[in-house]
């Protein structure tokens, strides 16, 4: 079985979760969505140099969008056989040198990343607070470029969710690198 053929789609309910966090705590879906009006998951690793890329830009999201009722949650469903430097002291160094804002959880089975169906890192999950998916895919259209990014998908789905407007964009194909998914 592909990762493919066991995606969430857009429009269906996204899987509920308990994983731990950098921060100690045990963090769960249906708790931020008892809280949120939105929630964006974005699958995340250190050593990914498109979450390099993207870091900054996911911090600004976090900032711009938070006080409305919106949080974004970073993932990490690295398989530690072939990604040996994604343990859970090295998420705790990454986050605290990023300075994230945002919570960073270790999906360490990686049950929660083959449910979701992602792909590569980074990859978004716009979660609405019933807990269906509205958008998943690419944040933006030029991880190499911010300063020439034309479409904003992630900030764009997430502006029309809390107006109540209907995300024209719902999907986008996924840029970045390659999520290996063990056995």
Known sequence: MTIREISTPVGSYAPDFELPGIDGQVHHLSRYLEKFRAVGVISMSNHCPYVEL???RLKNIQAEFGSLGFTLIGMNGSDLTTEPSETFAQMQAFAKAKNLNFPYLWDSTQEVTRSFGTSTTPMAFL??????????????????????VEQHYLKQAIAYLLKGQEILLTETEPNGTSVGIGN
């Open 127 to 148: 979660i609405n607070a019933e807990g269906v998916v509205c958008y998943k895919g690419q944040i933006d259209d030029r991880p190499q470029n911010p300063e020439f």
């Open 54 to 56: 993207y870091v900054d």
